[in-house]
T-cell receptor, first 112, second 114 residues
Framework: GEDVEQSLFLSVREGDSSVINCTYT??????LYWYKQEPGAGLQLLTY?????DMKQDQRLTVLLNKKDKHLSLRIADTQTGDSAIYFC????????????FGTGTLLAVQP | DAGVIQSPRHEVTEMGQEVTLRCKPI?????LFWYRQTMMRGLELLIY????????DSGMPEDRFSAKMPNASFSTLKIQPSEPRDSAVYFC????????????FGPGTRLTVT
């Protein structure tokens, strides 16, 4: 079935690293995504990773993919107060569809 | 590129009234998605279109909800009659159904039904 799970809340101190985790169920997913939602705004694509990769780095963001365990993580280095937001992971389910299956979202709170 | 445009940004209406939400996707995108977000249920996909054709409407809550896409640059989501439990933020997103499938979201319409 299609199910993407995330922990609901993460609190870190400014300057620390944040790691947001996600598990998914569809092993045939071709791409996995991380989106960020700031208060009162729509979801903004942060980064994505192709399923044949195990890591992707983009400035302060590092995405790790463990396809065997169906586990995806987003690491934010040197977390800033502006990183406070809800982070969603998403997968492309198998089959002839281009819809995304979103996780429940993780609220990241950055303490000054 | 103006991004995905939604209107209105806020809508307050009374129970029983008809509500129409509008969306203009990014030019050149051929897929359009309508989502609903609430605290209780999170982000739910309501319906999506490919090349103006509805592909999957299994997320539409009930017959009170309907969506149309008369052309590649415009879509509507209509609720008739509206109920208080329809209060939510409704997002429209578009994508180009090519290789990577990433979706671009509009700012959302916050609907309050009293």
């Amino acid at each position: 079935g299609e199910d993407v799970e995330q922990s609901l809340f993460l609190s870190v101190r400014e300057g620390d690293s944040s790691v947001i985790n996600c598990t998914y169920t569809d092993s045939s997913s071709t791409y996995l995504y991380w989106y960020k939602q700031e208060p009162g705004a729509g979801l903004q694509l942060l980064t994505y990773i192709f399923s044949n990769m195990d890591m992707k780095q983009d400035q302060r963001l590092t995405v790790l993919l463990n396809k065997k365990d169906k586990h995806l993580s987003l690491r934010i280095a040197d977390t800033q107060t502006g990183d406070s937001a809800i982070y969603f992971c998403a997968e492309t389910p198998g089959g002839a569809t281009n819809k995304l299956i979103f996780g429940t979202g993780t609220l990241l709170a950055v303490q000054p | 590129d103006a991004g995905v445009i939604q209107s209105p940004r806020h809508e307050v209406t009374e129970m029983g009234q008809e509500v129409t939400l509008r969306c203009k996707p990014i030019s050149g995108h051929n897929s359009l998605f309508w989502y609903r977000q609430t605290m209780m249920r999170g982000l739910e996909l309501l319906i999506y279109f490919n090349n103006n054709v509805p592909i999957d409407d299994s997320g539409m809550p009930e017959d009170r909800f309907s969506a149309k896409m008369p052309n590649a640059s415009f879509s509507t989501l209509k609720i008739q009659p509206s109920e208080p439990r329809d209060s939510a933020v409704y997002f429209c997103a578009s994508s180009f159904a090519g290789e990577t499938y990433e979706q671009y979201f509009g700012p959302g319409t916050r609907l309050t039904v009293t």
